[in-house]
Nanobody, 128 residues
């Protein structure tokens, strides 16, 4: 059964850094054939796109995180990382990784319904 497991959230001061991980598990579930997106949902707000990576066509970033966040993948194509630098209080949210088949084409920036597989989420809190 395909699963996504996030880790790495926590509490950090403004200006600090965190690195989130998203590991794929399942016999055929690798990021060679699935692209990955990170979304976040702040309290009382809708889930929003943060970044996406697909080996076939590269990366995308939301304007709000461009230049501060970096998405990357390990050599085994089973774990995706989200490096978050220069964190701001407005980055506080539950962060979710999600996956969709690369063959599905466009839709990498959302809406969330474009992604059939989701992790459980990890809390990121940035204090001012």
């Amino acid at each position: 059964q395909e699963q996504l497991l996030e880790s790495g959230g926590g509490l950090v001061q403004a200006g600090g850094s965190l690195r989130l991980s998203c590991a794929a598990s399942g016999r055929t579930f690798t990021f060679s054939t699935y692209g990955v997106g990170w979304f976040r949902q702040a309290l009382g707000k809708e889930r929003e796109f943060v970044t996406a990576l697909r080996l076939s066509s590269g990366t995308s970033y939301a304007d709000s995180v461009q230049g501060r966040f970096t998405i990357s993948i390990d050599n085994a194509k089973t774990t995706v990382f989200l490096q978050m630098n220069s964190l701001k209080p407005e980055d506080t949210a539950v962060y979710y990784c999600a996956a969709r088949p690369i063959s599905w084409g466009s839709g990498w920036t959302g809406p969330p319904s474009e992604y059939p597989y989701w992790g459980q989420g990890t809390q990121v809190t940035v204090s001012s």
